[in-house]
């Protein structure tokens, strides 16, 4: 029953919301939980370490996001090709994203080995953290094929009606990582270098794991060699819903290395801080990115299948339940700020400036969820354009002119203030879209009494 389609279309939309969410969300969760402890080990190195990796993190991310824009993409042409009965078209989306993250790992590998230290420079490495940096982030982008192709397959599991064998596998290889960490940093002296190590071979056995799904025939869609070879109109449709999920992430990290780059003129310790408390917000807002996960696939197959009633029905509990984890933990942070900065570093310079920034920087926090499940609403629908829109609202259309003003007239308070007044405009935005659209697609804005 977990690996048949079909009844995306028929089950209580409660009970899918669980059993598509409940997994992404525990493997998000845990996946955030790796990406602390791994902070946790490197700032026992220091706040100069914390500083590198606040600064390679965003780089990093960067090939997640081509991996999550590309996963998603396929996710969305898979699910709604399944919900109007087309398995070949579904096929050969998973095979297409499979062979595009082959050619984007060799692709990132010979520009790391060439660009690197100039793409360093660009973001604003200063010279004291150049070695530490760049020797991070020699690892990553060596081994950047396993970051696209676990981002990638974890989104088609899901898409084939398989959330619990992708939270398994989220699961694996983030205990994977934090079993490795202490070993390659610590007990071989590896350091920096020896947390990206551990992130690398982390993801070797659960890419190995989820190729065997699809190409063993374990998948209810059947994925061949052949099914790898480039199909450009198929191509073309994963990305018409997978660049917006794509600049999502981009504008995330873009607006981070904004921010470290502002943030470089007032030492290394704000660099730092802000890399603690972006690691702090996703682990925060992981929740509902899992929430939103497992919506796409719900929406996409019932938009397929032609049931309004449906996609209302989990756009509001969807919606609903982001709202309600975000806003939890936007209080607990708002409260016992000391006690969570305090987990990486007990430098008080650190402690101080991380504790008053993570107050400000959390405030509209219980808006974030709407918007996040929005966005996914639209790329669930095949509606590229208004999803790229909200996912650039936020942190690039927004928040970047925010900080970059604020930050002159109001120095480093500025940059901290930029975040909550981001949220709140793109919340407002984010509303006026999506009753919009669903009036244009004539799904009930009001809840009916009658079951869908």
Do not use: C
């Not at 470089?264 to 929740?287: D, E, N, S, T």
């Amino acid at each position: 029953m977990l690996n048949d389609p079909a009844r995306m279309g028929k089950e209580k939309i409660g009970r899918l919301l669980f059993q598509f969410s409940f997994p992404a969300i525990v493997g998000m969760v845990v996946m955030a939980t790796y990406n602390i402890v791994d902070t946790i080990f490197v700032g026992m190195l220091g706040s100069e370490a914390i500083a590198a990796l606040s600064i390679a993190f965003p780089l990093q991310m960067i090939l997640g996001a081509v991996g999550i824009g590309t996963g998603v993409g396929a996710a969305s042409l898979i699910s709604r090709s399944l919900g109007a009965g087309d398995e070949e078209e579904a096929s050969r989306a998973a095979g297409q994203v499979i062979g595009l993250a082959l050619v984007f790992g060799l692709v990132t590998a010979l520009l790391g080995a060439i660009f690197l230290r100039p793409v360093l420079s660009f973001v604003g490495t200063t010279p004291e953290l150049m070695p530490l940096t760049e020797e991070y982030m020699q690892v990553i982008t060596s081994g950047s094929v396993m970051f696209f192709l676990i981002m990638i397959l974890n989104n088609l599991l899901r898409a084939v009606g398989n959330p619990l064998l992708s939270m398994k596998i989220m699961i694996l290889s983030a205990l994977t990582n934090i079993a490795l960490d202490p070993i390659f940093i610590f007990l071989l002296g590896m350091g920096v270098q020896g947390a990206a190590v551990a992130t690398v071979l982390s993801k070797i056995v659960s890419v190995a794991i989820m190729l065997y799904y699809f190409f063993g025939g374990k998948s209810p869609i059947q994925v061949t060699i052949s099914a790898l070879r480039p199909q450009g109109k198929t191509i073309l449709n994963v990305y018409r819903t997978g660049f917006p999920a794509m600049f999502m992430q981009l504008s995330i990290n873009t607006s981070l290395i904004i921010a470290n780059y502002i943030l470089a003129g007032y030492g290394h310790v704000p660099v730092a801080v802000m890399g603690l408390i972006f690691r702090l917000q996703m682990f925060a807002i992981m929740p509902i990115i899992g929430i939103s996960q497992g919506l796409l696939p719900i929406i996409g197959y019932n938009f397929g299948a032609g049931k309004p009633t449906r996609i209302r029905e989990a756009l509001l509990k969807g919606a609903g339940a982001s709202t309600l984890i975000v806003t939890a933990a936007g209080v607990v942070l708002v409260l016992y700020p000391t006690f969570f900065i305090n987990l990486f570093s007990s430098e008080q310079e650190l402690l101080a400036l991380g504790s008053h920034a993570l107050r400000i920087m959390v405030i509209m926090f219980p808006l974030i969820g709407t918007q996040v499940v929005s966005a996914v609403f639209f790329q669930a629908i095949g509606k590229g354009l208004p999803s790229l829109v909200l996912s650039l609202l936020r942190e690039v259309i927004l928040f970047i002119p925010f900080i970059t003003i604020f930050s002159r007239l109001y120095g480093l308070e500025g940059i901290w203030l930029a975040r909550p007044v981001s949220d709140l405009l793109a919340f407002l935005v984010t509303i006026t879209f999506i009753i919009r659209e669903l009036k244009h697609q004539g799904i009930p804005l009001h809840v009916s009494n009658k079951r869908p």
